[in-house]
């Protein structure tokens, strides 16, 4: 009776593990109404996730491991690109969103960041919602293998694109260095 005791132990896996699994998988791609989501980062609860909602806002989502959505912050932008990572050292990652905006003194819509922080390891809330960083954002990496974490840009300085590292200290991100490619 070997093969009625596997038979057993292979469904009794499926219905704890695979199927849970499953689930989440279906929570995250779904988040509720949104069309799109797509994860950005696992947290201690759960995951944040950035969705495109119906009317083309995108909305950053901190969803539990039973698919609740414990706090949310709507991007009133076009997104290009995010990331994430610990950037001020507190062991609770930062969520970098590369929008699409203008600001008060730069009235040309351009690529600039928007830094979150889990307040409490739970709610979103914004560290710097930004202008653009020296010259203008082509792009942008987290560069994890320090702590705290560094941004590293690829920006179009004039007719050069050249790479910069920032990092997170005080109010927004502080230039720290160029890096050679």
């Known amino acids: 009776m070997p093969s009625a005791t596997i038979c057993r132990e292979t469904h009794f896996r499926f219905w704890r593990v695979v199927l849970p699994s499953i689930l989440w998988i279906v929570s995250l791609v779904s988040c509720g109404n949104n069309k799109d989501a797509v994860e950005i980062c696992r947290t201690n609860i759960g995951s944040v996730v950035v969705a495109n909602g119906s009317d083309s806002i995108a909305t950053l989502l901190h969803i539990d491991s039973n698919g609740d959505t414990l706090s949310q912050w709507p991007l009133h932008h076009s997104v290009y690109h995010f990331d994430y990572g610990d950037l001020v050292g ?9 929008v699409i905006k203008k600001t008060k003194y730069w009235r040309t819509e351009d690529r600039r960041l928007f830094v979150f922080k889990l307040y409490k390891g739970e709610l979103i809330r914004p560290l710097w919602l930004g202008s653009r960083l020296g010259c203008p954002i082509l792009t942008f990496r987290i560069e994890r293998d320090s702590m705290p974490a560094r941004i590293v840009s690829t920006e179009q300085c004039s007719d050069t694109i050249i790479q910069a590292m920032y990092r997170i200290k ?6 720290e260095k160029y890096i050679n490619n």
Do not use: A
């Open 170 to 175: 005080g109010f927004g991100p502080k230039f």
């Open 90 to 98: 507190d062991g609770v990652p930062e969520i970098v969103v590369g």
